[in-house]
């Protein structure tokens, strides 16, 4: 299962609005086949295992380990479990079962009725874990939320004041990459007007290989210049203003929300609007605060610099359960929980 949830972990970002499963097929103590989920309309991850079996005369005799309940329905693949049932393998060792009501046990119930031996439950939480972008979207009707920023070892997050137009670095060459391909795991990146306005941020992936996230901005009063990078239609943007604008775009959506009212929910609403399954939230510290307060809100993940401000934007204040330190040379990154 830990095989499995390896092999999972390459199809994270990619297999929308599925879930990234990872699948091996063992026979007498060994691995003769192992796959994960394709991108969106391709093979699931036991379709990929079972075609990469050489010998099928070895599936009536092997076991078979997924992450997640393989489907009963017709979508834009066949059933798994049907497969599983037509190459006659006979156990079935499963993570976690499916939450989403078009599975939801069916699956299991189909391979059972039909004489396969079914185990649910092995590394189980590890494989919620893994899962835990398409369980949070299916049960709570909203995205996954990761909240994200690098602060200064005196608790800043930015200087008052500066120069150019661009970010001001506070983490390491290491910890921006991780966050590139934190960016290409994920399916949107949301940040406010004053970051825009004052990094000029492209939000996409550069430093690692995958696709861009969406951008969603925060723009109350549409005070961003179209010249700025996160309006350049390069990246499907989500803009959510208060001001009505028709001249949306396969690329550059508006969509408006009472800004007079609490945004987190109308944020989420749109956010399920546009079927968006996980976002990180990466600024400013007004964006970020307003989902701690609200409670909103998943993960967090803040690196830890070695430099020091003395003066400037204060970091969000955050109490919540940490989960692990990690050093990434002279960084520190924290990732804290939301129980």
């Not at 091996?24 to 079996?53: L, M, Q, R, W």
């Not at 189980?124 to 995205?143: A, D, L, M, V, Y």
């Not at 930015?158 to 060459?173: G, L």
């Not at 909103?296 to 070695?306: K, N, P, Q, S």
């Amino acid at each position: 299962m830990r095989r499995c949830l390896e092999l999972g972990q390459r199809g994270i970002g990619t297999t929308r609005p599925n879930p990234s499963v990872g699948a091996v097929i063992v026979n007498n103590g060994v691995i003769i086949g192992e796959g994960f989920t394709d991108p969106y309309v391709g093979p699931h991850a036991e379709v990929n295992a079972v075609a990469s079996v050489k010998d099928e005369s070895l599936f009536e005799s092997s076991t078979m380990y997924v992450t997640l309940e393989p489907c009963s329905h017709h979508g834009k693949t066949p059933p798994c479990s049907d497969l599983i049932i037509e190459k006659k393998i006979p156990n079935v060792v499963i993570g976690t079962i499916d939450t989403h009501s078009v599975v939801a046990g069916k699956g299991i119930s189909r391979l059972k009725k039909n004489g396969v031996n079914v185990v649910v439950g092995v590394l189980e939480e590890e494989c919620k874990e893994h899962h835990k972008r398409f369980f949070t979207f299916q049960n709570k009707k909203r995205p996954f939320i990761i909240l994200k920023w690098a602060e200064t070892k005196d608790g800043f997050i930015a200087p008052n004041q500066k120069d150019v137009q661009e970010p001001v670095w506070i983490s390491n060459e290491y910890s921006k990459q991780l966050v590139h391909k934190w960016r290409a795991q994920e399916h949107a990146i949301l940040v406010g007007t004053n970051t825009v306005l004052a990094d000029n941020p492209k939000l996409n992936v550069r430093s690692w290989t995958g696709n861009n996230p969406v951008r969603v901005v925060l723009d109350k009063s549409l005070k961003i210049s179209e010249n700025l990078s996160v309006l350049d239609k390069t990246v499907k943007t989500i803009v959510i203003t208060e001001v009505e604008k028709e001249n949306s775009t396969e690329n550059l959506v508006y969509e408006t929300i009472d800004f007079s009212k609490s945004i987190t929910k109308q944020i989420i609403e749109i956010l399920v609007q546009h079927k968006i399954q996980s976002i990180i939230i990466e600024g400013g510290a007004q964006t970020l605060q307003t989902f701690i307060d609200d409670n909103i809100w998943d993960e967090a993940r803040v690196f830890i610099g070695e430099n020091e401000f003395g003066d400037g934007v204060k970091a969000p204040e955050l109490k919540a359960k940490l989960e692990r330190e990690e050093k990434l040379q002279n960084d520190t990154l924290r990732i804290y929980l939301n129980d």
